[in-house]
């Protein structure tokens, strides 16, 4: 396993972490020995927007004897009073969920106490006025919730909230198909969801990705916008390339599910290349970079994903990735204009006069 350190609280998260929507439909056994499977595969962050109350007791017994080592995401707004995942704006309702889940779980506080589903701006006003949010930051005073968190599928809704309140953990739900405008959640344009990518990295804020499989369209040829179905780790590679992506959260239920998402770290990089996508970006994702690094080898030995990533992050107001940048030890300045990475290119970057660009913001 691999891990990435939220900046903002400075904790370990595994790249692989764990949904929960469906682990309720495993039997008992079968669940919480997939759970345990994980935790012992290194898997130590998870989500418990579960898709039905019957999930919670399930990692109580897994994980209650290894609390401290794994990392709990808890919605203040789920409700389960009728055993089915509910959503909820009311305070009573909240603070009872809330409560049930944490002796579910058998443990007695929340390491990321996440705002729940924010998905219109009229959410957010209501969350707030119902004193959801305050509920939130009283038991962070108390020591119960550890940071804040926030779940949402849509751009504008998500600079908002980071705008008015700090936020340690964003959970959003992120695919090449939502990137590209297909499916449910493709909520926001191609640059509007760039921008939440790359604020979430300036500022420091870690993306926990939801939905990484777009409900299992991107891993069907017949649903796929792409017309060619991608392997799950093809998807996780896609996520975990974008900016300020700390941890996939992929479900499983059973241990060889568990196995069949860790065997990722088995993949070639031929096998993680998802630049086939390319042949279907919209017009306005053509010509810039997504960081696949399909365009590799340069000759010149740059690599170009990461150096576009820190241009395109520095040119966002992000200092840190300048630096990042200037320490890098082949930067753009070496670039030759053999034109290699052009022609290879599926996003129709023209990378050779972007490396000069490149090179020419840096030496300013
Ligand atoms: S230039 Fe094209 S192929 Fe190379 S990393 Fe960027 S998007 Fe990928
Ligand atoms: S044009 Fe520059 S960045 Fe692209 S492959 Fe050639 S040397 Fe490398």
Not at 142 to 161: E, F, K, M, N
Not at 227 to 237: E, G, N, V
Not at 321 to 338: P, Q, T, V
Request: hydrophobic letters at 35%; glycine letters at 10%.
């Amino acid at each position: 396993m691999k891990y990435r350190i939220n900046q903002r609280t400075g904790e370990r998260v595994s790249e692989i972490g764990m949904g929960s929507a469906y682990l309720y439909k495993a039997n008992r056994k079968e669940a919480v020995t997939a759970l345990r499977t994980a935790y012992e595969s290194g898997i130590n962050y998870y989500d418990l927007a579960a898709g039905h109350g019957k999930a919670f007791p399930l990692w109580g017994e897994a994980l209650g004897d290894v609390r401290k080592d794994v990392l709990y995401q808890i919605h203040f707004g789920a409700d389960y009073s009728n055993g089915e995942y509910g959503w909820s704006l009311d305070l009573d309702t909240v603070k009872r969920s809330v409560d049930w889940m944490l002796g579910q779980l058998k443990t007695d506080y929340i390491d990321y106490g996440f705002i729940h589903c924010q998905d219109e701006a009229s959410d957010w006003e209501t969350y707030r006025k119902h004193g959801i949010y305050d509920y939130i930051l009283s038991l962070k005073d108390a020591g119960t919730v550890r940071h804040i968190g926030l779940s949402s599928h849509t751009p504008a809704v998500i600079q908002q909230i980071l705008d008015d309140v700090p936020v340690d953990m964003l959970m959003f739900s992120v695919n090449p198909a939502y990137d590209y405008g297909h499916g449910e959640f493709a909520n926001g344009g191609v640059d509007e969801r760039m921008a939440v990518y790359r604020r979430c990295e300036k500022d420091g804020i870690g993306i926990s990705v939801m939905k990484p499989f777009s409900g299992g369209q991107m891993l069907d040829t017949s649903q796929s916008p792409f017309r060619q179905a991608l392997t799950p780790y093809q998807c996780i590679r896609y996520a975990l390339d974008k900016p300020g992506v700390l941890t996939v959260l992929a479900g499983a239920q059973s241990v060889a599910e568990v196995e069949h998402l860790l065997a990722y770290y088995d993949q070639t990089e031929e096998m993680l290349d998802y630049s086939v996508i390319g042949n279907f970006a919209p017009v306005e994702a053509s010509g810039k970079c997504v960081y696949c690094n399909h365009c590799r080898p340069c000759p010149a030995g740059l690599d170009i994903g990461l150096i576009n990533k820190y241009y395109d992050l520095a040119l966002a107001g992000d200092g840190m990735a300048a630096e990042h940048y200037r320490k890098l030890d082949k930067n753009a300045s070496g670039c030759i204009s053999c034109g290699h990475c052009d022609r290879r290119c599926p996003f129709h970057v023209h990378q050779s006069e972007r490396m000069k660009e490149i090179n020419a913001y840096f030496q300013s």
